[in-house]
């Protein structure tokens, strides 16, 4: 569509009354990134309260008309969802305006093909629009969903503002608090745009905005009224500054056991009050910090001091796993287990079903149901049913523990069953990731029928990760559901539920990492390709888990221009792989602006991982360094740091070396460094499993370590990627 353009979505697609919208983006880089957010307005253009505001903080309607879906990794860059749930959207809303912003300097002309595309609950698009006119803008309305009469229509927006999501707030009706000691009111923002007509850039004068989760407060800025402001965002105080939720929490009001709550994620890469960026995270370590205005309840990530007499105590669990034998028995019990806390604790159960399409209801949830098929009956191990205004959204469950692959034949019957009882989906749980979101086993389609059946994969990796963040870092609405999400996570973390992630890098593995000792392997040999597959899903397994550990964002990076195709990407690699003997991934987390780059060197049995940093600007060479020394003071003795010059490296040492002579890391020639290269490096593991020899443990380890021991000790040094030499 061209901008200002509209179409009929009931003209577009049987099934309109719950979409998909995506916001998708590329950088060059890999580093650039934005936020999306989500604004219902009345018929005059303006929201009824802050309440209509969804961003990250923020992220779903109580009537589930609005959630955010969050950010997956696409073969072409990033890609945000948002469930929308027209069915359930207020009457007295008129417009849904979907828009993204950027924080800090970061400006959308950063990054490339700017996209929205509108699906329905399938996945399959209705209609998309491009933005190729992007410069200075810091936020986005990219389009928007509006009634007429009994049907919703969509426009093709692109109106940019160079304010930010600030001057964006304020034309749809934020309230936004005096601020500043010039004392300007926001309400004297510009009315509210025409989105059919050519949009003119924002010009209002600069003004802050509803505050995201991060991103820091300083004296006399505003602060939008009833929008949430993350625990562990430093706030300064100034005049006419507001932080809301900063009063004690009601008396009577349940804590979390063990301490007290903590907050959500930290996302400024910048420090406020001399708090590194990159220590302050949702754990709210952060003096100062505010209060979110809707108590959560979190739970501490250290245990409270036992009461066991020794260490053959184990605490009774509500899950308990020792006596489970057989992985029949362990499949049977991780469902039933999953599938009732998803309906017990609405957060998970809300968090994990809406990804695949399904509305917000009443949910219950069955295992070993019995179905006709055929001569013989069909038992999926688990059954999930929503309701919502009368209708029924079921998906049938088929899960796997342990390495146990999905079989093609099995999840074909029950796709096969679930078109013919008019089913929506079917959801395959297993230890494998699934990547560039398609389903992990190929299942045929009979196109001649009229009913759709969707095929969704879910990984235990993805359960574990949503159950920390919710319980270590966003917080759920009662102790008991805390509780219940604590249960869940011990049983999937036991070495005996079968439940630990991503596991085996398949057959491939050992006749390839022999060919390469041997240098037998050779280009185009298929054996590599499966490897380099097997590779990005351990790295986006390894994303999980760092993300559910933090509380941030954490996802591969893809330098891959947006329709590229994966199977070329994966053959690129593994020409790299037969010629080097090595494979390589980045990884971004939010909180940072740079890039951990991850190589694991197959010919030298080391797993290296690395990061590049700026040298701090106005300071001379030898003080630089010494800044740098003294930051990582506490980081690994055994870091590697190079000095970058113009052409490559300047100089190069262990940081145990350094420490006494800093000035050794100064390049010969007495060029400055532009920067400096981190790196740690680790022996890898050689088996292709998950045991603690194993070579996915190793890079799941290393990546941790590093995060842990480098990126988390750099303090208000601004870290951002950079490729030289």
């Not at 009929?8 to 957010?37: K, M, N, P, R």
């Not at 370590?285 to 309840?297: C, F, L």
């Not at 099995?410 to 979101?437: C, F, K, P």
């Not at 994303?543 to 195709?565: I, T």
């Amino acid at each position: 569509m061209t901008k200002g353009a509209n179409v009929s979505l009931t003209a577009l697609g049987e099934d309109a009354g719950a979409v998909v919208v995506s916001l998708g983006w590329t950088s060059a880089s890999g580093a650039g990134d934005a936020d999306v957010s989500v604004l219902l307005l009345d018929a005059h253009g303006k929201v009824r309260s802050d309440d209509d505001f969804y961003f990250y903080n923020h992220p779903a309607a109580e009537d589930g008309s609005v959630q955010l879906l969050g950010k997956t990794p696409t073969d072409s860059g990033d890609e945000d969802r948002i469930g929308l749930d027209l069915t359930a959207v207020p009457a007295d809303i008129a417009r849904i305006v979907v828009a993204a912003s950027q924080y800090g300097d970061a400006r959308f002309g950063d990054l490339d093909d700017l996209r929205m595309t509108v699906s329905d609950r399938s996945g399959e698009p209705l209609v998309g629009f491009s933005i190729d006119d992007a410069s200075v803008e810091s936020a986005f309305v990219f389009g928007e969903l509006y009634r007429r009469g009994e049907e919703w229509k969509f426009r093709a927006v692109g109106q940019g503002y160079e304010t930010g999501l600030a001057g964006l707030a304020t034309d749809f009706g934020i309230s936004i608090d005096e601020g500043g000691e010039d004392g300007e009111d926001g309400a004297d923002s510009p009315a509210t745009p025409d989105p059919a007509a050519e949009p003119a850039r924002g010009t209002q004068a600069p003004a802050a905005g509803p505050v995201p989760a991060g991103v820091p407060v300083a004296a006399g800025v505003p602060v939008p009224a009833g929008v949430p402001v993350a625990a562990g965002v430093p706030v300064a105080a100034g005049p006419g500054t507001t932080t809301p939720g900063a009063a004690p929490a009601p008396s009577g009001a349940a804590a979390a056991p063990g301490g007290p709550a903590e907050g959500a994620p930290s996302r400024a890469a910048a420090s406020v009050a001399g708090i590194p960026a990159q220590s302050r995270g949702r754990d709210g370590s952060a003096a100062g910090g505010a209060r979110t205005t809707r108590k959560k309840v979190t739970l501490p990530r250290v245990a409270r001091k036992s009461l066991a007499e020794n260490d053959s105590w184990q605490p009774a669990r509500l899950f308990p796993v020792p006596t489970l034998k057989s992985d029949r028995e362990r499949e049977v019990r991780a469902t039933s287990v999953l599938l009732a806390v998803m309906t017990q604790v609405p957060e998970l159960g809300r968090r994990l079903t809406a990804a695949f399409g399904a509305p917000a209801g009443r949910t219950q949830t069955f295992t070993e149901v019995s179905l006709p098929h055929g001569d013989a009956p069909r038992r999926p191990d688990g059954v999930i049913r929503i309701e919502r205004a009368g209708k029924l959204w079921t998906a049938l469950v088929e899960t796997k523990t342990n390495g146990n692959p999905l079989r093609a034949e099995q999840v074909q019957a029950y796709m096969d069953i679930a078109t013919r009882r008019g089913y929506e989906a079917v959801i395959t749980l297993s230890n494998d990731v699934a990547l560039d979101g398609a389903p992990v086993v190929d299942v045929k389609i009979d196109g001649r029928r009229k009913h759709k059946v969707d095929l969704w994969h879910l990984s235990w990796a993805e359960v574990a990760h949503q159950a920390q963040l919710l319980i270590r870092h966003e917080g759920v609405g009662n102790p008991a559901h805390a509780w219940l999400l604590q249960e869940l996570l011990e049983y999937l973390q036991h070495e005996n539920s079968g439940c630990h992630g991503f596991q085996n890098m398949g057959p491939s593995w050992v006749p390839v990492r022999k060919g390469i000792e041997d240098e037998t392997l050779n280009p185009g040999d298929e054996r590599a390709v499966d490897v380099v597959e097997s590779w990005e899903r351990l790295i986006r397994q390894v994303c999980l888990r760092l993300g559910g550990e933090l509380g941030q964002k954490a996802l591969p990076v893809q330098r891959a221009r947006r329709g590229s195709d994966p199977r070329e990407r994966r053959l690129a690699a593994a020409e790299t792989l037969c010629a080097d003997g090595r494979l390589s991934a980045e990884l971004r987390v939010d909180g940072t602006s740079g890039i951990i780059a991850v190589t694991a060197d197959l010919r030298t049995g080391k797993v290296r991982t690395s990061m590049e940093v700026p040298a701090p600007e106005g300071s001379s060479a030898l003080v630089s360094v010494k800044r740098l020394v003294r930051m990582l003071a506490e980081a690994p003795a055994d870091l590697h740091v190079e000095s970058l010059v113009e052409g490559g490296i300047g100089a190069r040492g262990t940081l145990e070396r350094l420490r006494p002579e800093p000035g050794n890391l100064l390049p010969q020639d007495g060029a400055p460094p532009a920067g400096f290269r981190l790196t740690l490096i680790k022996g890898m593991g050689n088996t292709r499993g998950n045991t603690e020899s194993g070579f996915i443990r190793s890079v799941d380890d290393a990546v941790a370590r590093f995060h842990q021991g480098v990126v988390g000790r750099l303090g208000p040094l601004d870290v951002r990627a950079g490729r030289r030499g």
